[in-house]
């Protein structure tokens, strides 16, 4: 195939800048606007990147899929009582992710795990000594974590998993101490604990 010409890319150039511009070029008139035109809003998202993991991508993996698409406090309780050890790290990296929305501006009350991406990180080697003067080698795999939070509206938050025990959650800590206990049968008051802070018989401090 010939190449364009340098005549033929200055008119290509020349007739893109004329149709960028308000008017048209051979009438002579304004072009009119698509009124029914609406500009998509970008994502409101933010990202936290957690990388060189002491975790290969296989074992991080399995404990990042528990996330994705719930809530951010869901996520971290999540976490918190997984029994595998890195969920730590998953957990502080949504926690991450979080604060650096909130320094964005966006609303951490409407905010779920869209993503969590693990990539594989460096490598390093070291002799794997077996029977019968034998040896082998071990490779210690490293790996990277990316947890994207997104804004979201009410009616897409409400369909997320278990978000309805965070909103009854909410609503109970808006009540009073006294009204909360009653809502809890297995709470056992602590002769002498006062939630609010004051304590009226402090025990003598001995030496």
Request: some cysteine.
């Amino acid at each position: 195939m010939a190449q364009p010409t340098r005549m033929s890319q200055s008119l290509g150039t020349l007739f893109r800048r004329l149709c960028s511009s308000q008017t048209n070029p051979l009438l002579g008139v304004p072009i009119p606007k698509n009124a029914g035109a609406t500009t998509k809003e970008p994502p409101k998202t933010a990202i936290a990147h957690f990388k060189h993991l002491p975790v290969s991508p296989k074992k991080l993996r399995i404990v990042a899929n528990l996330v994705p698409r719930l809530y951010w406090k869901e996520a971290m309780a999540q976490m918190e009582f997984c029994r595998k050890n890195i969920a730590v790290m998953v957990k502080n990296c949504v926690d991450s992710a979080v604060g650096n929305a909130c320094a964005q501006g966006l609303d951490r009350s409407r905010l779920i795990v869209e993503s969590a991406v693990v990539n594989k990180g460096s490598y390093y080697k070291k002799p794997d000594f077996k029977a019968k003067m034998k040896s082998g080698i071990i490779k210690k795999k490293f790996s990277h974590l990316r947890i994207t939070v997104r804004e979201v509206d009410e009616k897409e938050l409400q369909r997320t998993r278990y978000h309805r025990r965070w909103v009854q959650a909410h609503e109970m800590l808006k009540q009073p101490w006294a009204e909360r206990v009653q809502q809890l049968p297995r709470y056992r008051p602590i002769p002498g604990y006062d939630p609010t802070g004051s304590y009226e018989d402090d025990p003598p401090m001995t030496t």
